[in-house]
Nanobody, 120 residues
C-alpha cells in the first residue's frame, strides 16, 4: 500500500522560511516523479513544483520560482520543498504527489496535506 506523509508545515511570518518533507512508502520511489501542489481556501489545487525520478529535471510554478526549491533523496524515499521568502499568498494546504509518468494525475498517489500559514 502506497503512503505519502507530509510534514513541516506551520505558521510563519512573511519573509520567513519553511521546509516541507514527504516520506513515501510502498513504491519504488526512484521510479516516480514527485510533485508538490497546494490548495488555498476557495481555490482549486495548483501545481507548485516537480522533480523527476533521478532528480535531474525540475519544474516550478512561476509564482514560486526563485523562492522555492524542490529536492529528493532516493535513499530516504523522501522529497522536500524548501520555501523561502514566504508571502501571505503562499498560505495553503500543501500536498505531495507521486506519479509514474507525470505529476498531478488525480488517480496517482497523494498525501493528506500539511497546512502552511503565512502571516503578514
Amino acid at each position: 500500500q502506497v503512503q505519502l506523509v507530509e510534514s513541516g508545515g506551520g505558521l510563519v511570518q512573511a519573509g520567513g522560511s519553511l521546509r516541507l518533507s514527504c516520506a513515501a512508502t510502498g513504491l519504488t520511489f526512484s521510479s516516480f516523479h514527485m510533485g508538490w501542489f497546494r490548495q488555498a481556501p476557495g481555490k482549486e489545487r495548483e501545481f507548485v513544483a516537480a522533480i523527476s525520478g533521478s532528480g535531474d529535471s525540475l519544474s516550478y510554478a512561476r509564482s514560486v520560482k526563485d523562492r522555492f526549491t524542490i529536492s529528493r533523496d532516493n535513499a530516504k524515499n523522501s522529497v522536500y520543498l524548501q520555501m523561502n521568502s514566504l508571502k501571505p499568498e503562499d498560505t495553503a494546504v500543501y500536498y505531495c504527489n507521486a506519479g509514474p509518468r507525470v505529476v498531478g494525475n488525480p488517480n496517482d498517489y497523494w498525501g493528506q496535506g500539511t497546512q502552511v500559514t503565512v502571516s503578514s
